[in-house]
């Protein structure tokens, strides 16, 4: 095996495991399939492994390219925060900082944060990653998490912006039609809205609400941000965040003495960042915002 391989070699196994094809890849990379070719075959001859085995609909990866999966991402991680941290030198406050969070904290409550702070320090770039799978900062997979659970890593500098209330919603149209429920069985005659994937946390809420189990949900989603849309849409009673519930159009919240799940909130950041100006201001603009959207969320209209 040959002991130095390009990182551009890894680059392209990976685009081609995640997208399933060679033509698939070189558009996302923007190279030519040609160019992908050579490379990953250039890989499998410098490891002395078959990664691929071509079929009707792409390639399929060998039992060794899904081995070393991890290591490249792994590789990956580390070269973009290198790029992230070289673009990053010089006076000031500029250059490139990763946020990860989760799709309806992305989507609904950091736009507003993120865009005061970039009038702040417009020489900052900021990626923002929305996922609910919780990435590993101290692979660099990102610098900066917001996350609705304690960080359990250590080397993890984090600060606790406190408890963020989810709650039972429906919009007034929905209720208008099918009434408002009063307590746990008035909710047999309506349509409920809730996950898809049942987690080992998802099955101790169901074990807390048994009204809330997977079976009850006439409408199934993982995406946060897809049970708010059904929620907003009239499309029945789910889970929202009670600050989120105000905004336009506003939510009411059904059976708050019944339910109430809080969730417990963190920013979170590897602690070798602490002196870097682009980390630490961003890190301090997301759990001031953070505090202000928790601190705003007066009592919702509520009934029930």
């Known amino acids: ?19 399933g094809s060679l033509s698939a890849a070189a558009r ?26 071509r079929s009707p609909t792409g390639v399929q990866p060998t039992q060794a390219a899904l081995a070393l999966r991890a290591p490249a991402q792994a590789v990956q991680h580390a070269a973009r925060a290198l790029e992230r941290t070289a673009a990053s030198q010089g006076a000031g406050v ?42 590993d900062l101290l692979q660099r997979e990102a610098d900066i998490a917001v996350r609705m ?24 149209d929905y209720l208008a039609r099918h009434g408002t429920p009063q307590d746990w069985p008035d909710l047999a005659g309506h349509s409920l809205i809730g996950f898809d994937t049942e987690t080992a946390y998802i099955r ?5 609400w048994p009204a809330l189990r997977r079976e009850r949900f006439a409408l199934r989603t993982d995406s946060d941000v897809a049970q708010l849309a059904l929620i907003r849409a009239g499309a029945g009673i789910g889970p929202c965040q009670v600050g989120l519930a105000q905004r336009g159009p506003a939510l009411v919240r059904v059976l708050p003495a019944q339910f109430a799940l809080p969730l417990d909130t963190w920013v979170t950041m590897h602690e070798d960042l602490r002196h ?29």
């Open 1 to 19: 095996m040959t002991s130095s391989i390009s990182w551009e070699l890894y680059r392209t196994f990976l685009g081609v495991l995640e997208h």
């Open 28 to 53: 996302a990379l923007d190279l030519t399939q040609p160019t992908v070719g050579r490379q990953l075959a250039a890989l499998e001859q410098a490891l002395g492994l078959t990664l691929f085995t």
């Open 94 to 135: 500029q250059g490139v900082v990763r946020v990860t969070a989760s799709e309806v904290v992305g989507v609904a409550v950091l736009p507003p944060i993120l865009a005061a702070l970039r009038a702040r320090h417009p020489g900052l770039t900021v990626e923002l990653a929305l996922s609910n799978r919780l990435q």
């Open 149 to 172: 659970q304690a960080p359990q890593q250590g080397a993890l500098l984090a600060r606790r912006v406190g408890a963020i209330e989810v709650g039972l919603h429906a919009h007034p």
């Open 204 to 208: 101790q809420v169901g074990a807390a």
């Open 276 to 304: 870097s100006p682009r980390c630490q201001v961003t890190f301090e603009a997301l759990v001031q915002g953070l505090l202000d959207y928790r601190s705003s969320a007066a009592a919702p209209a509520s009934v029930g």
